[in-house]
């Protein structure tokens, strides 16, 4: 018997939708669902990043509704990958099934995905546009066909299972399989798929079901060039097994940068007769600038500052830079003067920064 005011039993399937900007298709979706799920005990969850558009509210009105459907809403943060881990951890079904929130997603090819989870035949059933059956369509124009395929290309090359749809984002797991899996998660970026698949410590057993792909319902995709760079990430930050992490490789690239146009600055500013000392300190603040607009866009881009808090934390970046190039050219000195090798002491000296700005900026400017 349930205690008073339970229901008898929970569900058997959560449907995690992360979805941003989506409110024109939170109903329709749901209405999609409840046909391609009728007769089973399921519930959705949509996981939103406070979209300014307001999904969230649709989901909730939804929600008052129909208690099948949830909503989390996370603030003052991004990513659809970090979206779908929370959706998934939140649920107690024992399946869990991810799909978008723009019914790009072949709703009725569902049912197949579960049933082969919940038969205990495979552990993660894939949605795939590439297998006998399956389809691409919905893709907006050749160059995201060649996208697709070049980013399918390359993560089959580290896989250690076969998938022919590694960067599908429409598949069933186990719930207690994607738990055990999602503290190796390094969750950024958009291919949660491909990054289930490669932190698991055994190969996962998976079936894959064929699907279509249809073009979006409502609104624009969310792909970008940093969603991409941030796929290039993680493909690294596996090769290297987890010996580069993915922040610190994109914190590096984005100083490098920073060096460049501290060079460029100096430059230009020596040209129009500014003393070393002015050319040296301007291109140093263009530097830090610049440095601070990158890594608050990409490296720390699910942390992104806004406002009065993206003031603050350039004003404590700049802080945390200087006390680093102060410490730079400390140790620098201090290992010239032991023993004169210039070059071993620069390059001492770069790398303490390095690890010291990337230390306190993760810790202290853009906060877990
Ligand atoms: N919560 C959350 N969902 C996102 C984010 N970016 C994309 N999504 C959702 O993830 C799904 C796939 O994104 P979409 O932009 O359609 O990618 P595409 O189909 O590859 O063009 C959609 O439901 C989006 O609303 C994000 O930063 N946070
Ligand atoms: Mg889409």
Known sequence: MAPDGASQAGVDISIVVPCYNEAANVRPLVAALQAALAGRRWEVVFVDD?????TIDVVRALAREDARVRGMCRIGRRGLSSAVIEGVLSSSAPVVAVMDGDLQHDESRLPALLDAVLSGECDLAVGSRHVEGGSNEGLANAWRHALSDGGIWLAQ?????KLTDPMSGFFAVRQEVFERIAPNLSGTGFKILLDLVLSSDAPLRVREVACGFRPR???ESKL???VMLQFGALLADKFSRGFLPLRFVAFGLVGLVGVLANLVVMQLASLFGASFGVAQGLGTVVAMVLNFILD?????RDRRLKGVRCVQGLALFMLVCSVGAIANVGIARMLYDQNHAVNEASIAGAVLAAVWNYAMSSTIVWRP
């Open 296 to 300: 608050n866009n990409f490296t720390y």
């Open 217 to 219: 319902l409502a609104g």
């Open 50 to 54: 406070h979209s300014p558009d307001g």
């Open 157 to 161: 090359r580290v896989l250690p299972v």
């Open 224 to 226: 970008d060039v940093l």
